[in-house]
């Protein structure tokens, strides 16, 4: 694996777990030699994750539409940073540059990345493993629910196992390299 694309919450949220767990996640990407692919941002889940993987030598590649270049607060020292026109272009050149993707918690922006990623395998658009990483059971609930969309037969077991969920990074990041 040359890069992983990380989505994460814009904001830090309530609990340091949550920054802590993306500075942790930089630095098993460190140890592994492995690039991020982010939203390109440095506020939030996201700068902390972009300044701790910088630091530790990790390439950090961006990708901002130019409308939210203020409103996000571009990162300025990445190694790349990729200015699109639209949010769909964005996704998109997320998706082509990254051999895999992980969620870290975070809001509405999150979940939508993460779960197109994640159905582009189901639809055999690409295969590449989508893991969340359960800082602090953020995503208990979430992977709760779509135990009941199994149950209830929307989601076939073969769909919903496309998902992987780790506590901590390298578990994870073992689970998604297998
Ligand atoms: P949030 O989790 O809401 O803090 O958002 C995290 C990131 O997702 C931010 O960089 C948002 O700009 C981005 N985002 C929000 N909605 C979308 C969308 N529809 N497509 C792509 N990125 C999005």
């Given at each position: 694996m040359?890069?992983?694309?990380v989505?994460?919450?814009?904001?830090?949220?309530?609990?340091?777990?949550?920054?802590?767990?993306?500075k942790?996640?930089?630095?098993?990407?460190?140890?592994?030699?492995?690039?991020?692919?982010?939203g390109?941002?440095?506020i939030?889940?996201?700068g902390?994750?972009?300044?701790t993987?910088?630091?530790?030598?990790?390439?950090?590649?961006?990708?901002?539409?130019?409308?939210?270049?203020?409103?996000e607060?571009?990162?300025?020292?990445?190694?790349?940073?990729?200015?699109?026109?639209?949010?769909?272009?964005?996704?998109a050149?997320?998706?082509s540059?990254?051999?895999?993707?992980?969620?870290?918690?975070?809001g509405l922006?999150?979940?939508?990345?993460?779960?197109?990623?994640?159905?582009?395998?189901?639809?055999?658009?690409?295969?590449?493993p989508?893991?969340?990483?359960n800082?602090?059971?953020?995503?208990?609930?979430?992977t709760?629910?779509?135990?009941?969309?199994v149950?209830?037969?929307f989601?076939p077991e073969?769909?919903?196992?496309?998902l992987l969920?780790?506590?901590?990074?390298?578990?994870?990041?073992?689970?998604?390299?297998r």
């Amino acid at each position: 694996m040359q890069r992983i694309c990380v989505f994460c919450g814009s904001r830090s949220g309530r609990n340091p777990a949550y920054p802590e767990a993306a500075k942790q996640l930089a630095a098993a990407l460190a140890r592994r030699g492995i690039g991020i692919v982010y939203g390109g941002a440095s506020i939030g889940i996201m700068g902390a994750l972009a300044d701790t993987a910088l630091d530790q030598g990790v390439e950090v590649t961006g990708v901002i539409p130019g409308h939210l270049m203020d409103r996000e607060r571009s990162h300025r020292n990445l190694t790349e940073l990729h200015i699109v026109e639209s949010m769909h272009e964005r996704k998109a050149l997320m998706g082509s540059l990254s051999d895999g993707f992980i969620a870290l918690p975070g809001g509405l922006g999150t979940l939508e990345e993460f779960f197109e990623v994640l159905t582009w395998n189901q639809l055999g658009i690409h295969a590449k493993p989508c893991g969340l990483l359960n800082v602090a059971g953020f995503y208990d609930s979430l992977t709760s629910f779509l135990d009941h969309t199994v149950c209830e037969e929307f989601v076939p077991e073969a769909h919903r196992s496309f998902l992987l969920v780790g506590r901590e990074p390298d578990p994870l990041l073992d689970d998604m390299q297998r």
